[in-house]
């Protein structure tokens, strides 16, 4: 019997899961299919999970915290994040929750880092950027979240100033600025003060360079999109579906 994979979203369209894992199957000779279910809102979900022949699912925008009270579990590092974007159907569809957005981005992360990178700006504070503290917690890189409407212990971007960049040499957008086809759009952050000593990476894939990703590159700085964490996290999904 075919088993059905797929992404949990909203207004997602086409998506990277859906292409990498279509791909996936038909190359591994496996008879797997992969959906996209488009949910208008969260309830939707309960006709989904219906389906038994619903093997597993990825999580995204902007479900990846709102679907843990639907869960009947979660892994101990999912609970800590407190966003999901993997879930295992166990017996009688029993629905546990994993992310495996932390393990793509931390695994990405290494080789485009050295151990003079202590601080991180993290822009943004939806379900990924919390993914992404908890990849630099692992990594012993501190991290400042900077949002538009900050709250305790956050930075607000118009308080960014030369000696915050300079001191923070990790920049990770955590925001949807930027994604086609809003190519022209970019986090509002002193591009000037970026150096050669910095860092920007972008969980953004498409376009595979963004604008936040041309400045930096523009002053020296080394970039990344967040193409290798999908890859990543997506296998570390295929895992978690199948142990």
Not at 16 to 40: A, R, W
Not at 91 to 105: I, V
Request: with cysteine; glycine share 6%.
């Amino acid at each position: 019997m075919t088993k059905i994979y797929g992404l949990l979203g909203k207004n997602i369209g086409y998506s990277f899961s859906k292409g990498y894992f279509s791909e996936k199957f038909e190359t591994e000779n496996l008879d797997c299919e992969y959906h996209n279910f488009d949910l208008h809102q969260i309830e939707e979900l309960k006709e989904v999970i219906k389906n038994p022949i619903v093997k597993g699912l990825n999580v995204t925008i902007p479900y990846k915290e709102e679907i843990i009270s639907y869960l009947d579990d979660l892994d101990p590092i999912a609970k800590e994040i407190g966003a999901v974007n993997v879930i295992k159907f166990g017996r009688d569809q029993k629905l546990t929750g994993y992310n495996s957005d932390y393990y793509g981005f931390t695994e990405s992360l290494k080789s485009l880092i050295n151990d003079t990178i202590k601080k991180a700006l993290i822009l943004g504070t939806g379900g990924a950027s919390k993914a992404i503290a908890y990849g630099l917690d692992q990594l012993e890189i501190s991290h400042t979240f900077v949002s538009r409407n900050p709250d305790f212990n956050e930075l607000s971007y118009n308080t960014l100033d030369e000696d915050i960049i300079r001191a923070y040499k990790l920049i990770i957008n955590c925001t949807p600025l930027g994604t086609h086809p809003n190519i022209e759009n970019y986090p509002d952050i002193p591009y000037e003060y970026i150096t050669e000593n910095h860092v920007l990476y972008d969980l953004i894939y498409n376009p595979s360079e963004t604008t936040f990703m041309k400045k930096g590159r523009e002053k020296g700085a080394n970039v990344s999109n967040g193409l290798q964490m999908l890859i990543l996290q997506a296998e570390k999904a295929w895992e978690i579906w199948n142990t």
